[in-house]
């Protein structure tokens, strides 16, 4: 089992920052790979980032890809997305997930088997 919870969602301007949080608890955090999703009003879920057990290995959605970063503490078992040059179409539910088959991009969110209850993130123009 896995229990995961975001943190650090809220109001911002465009072209401003956000780092998202996701603390983890039970099973041995650096035994599995973890992602971030996003879901905005009357839109599917959508992949944004994922990084493997050890942190050295990343990866992002095109529409993210420079602006944001992702990153994992095994220590604190703990994984943040640096969220930077927002724009309005950034803004969603963002979703922390766990995945224990840690192989390659696996951007479906069918393949993870752990949630955290979402953050909102609001970008204003």
């Known amino acids: 089992q896995v229990q995961l919870v975001e943190s650090g969602g809220g109001l911002v301007q465009a072209g401003g920052s956000l780092r998202l949080s996701c603390t983890a608890s039970?099973?041995?955090?650096?035994?599995?790979?973890v992602g971030w999703f996003r879901q905005a009003p009357g839109k599917e879920r959508e992949f944004v980032a994922r990084?493997?057990?050890?942190?050295?290995?990343?990866y992002y959605a095109d529409s993210v890809k420079g602006r944001f970063t992702i990153s994992r503490d095994n220590a604190k078992s703990t994984v943040h997305l640096q969220m930077n040059s927002l724009k309005p179409e950034d803004t969603a539910v963002y979703y922390c997930?766990?995945?224990?088959?840690?192989?390659?991009?696996?951007?479906?969110?069918?393949?993870?088997?752990?949630w955290g209850q979402g953050t909102q993130v609001t970008v204003s123009s």
């Open positions: 990084i493997a057990w050890s942190g050295r290995i990343t």
């Open positions: 997930a766990a995945d224990l088959f840690d192989m390659g991009l696996r951007r479906s969110s069918n393949e993870y088997a752990y």
């Open positions: 039970g099973r041995t955090f650096s035994s599995y790979a």
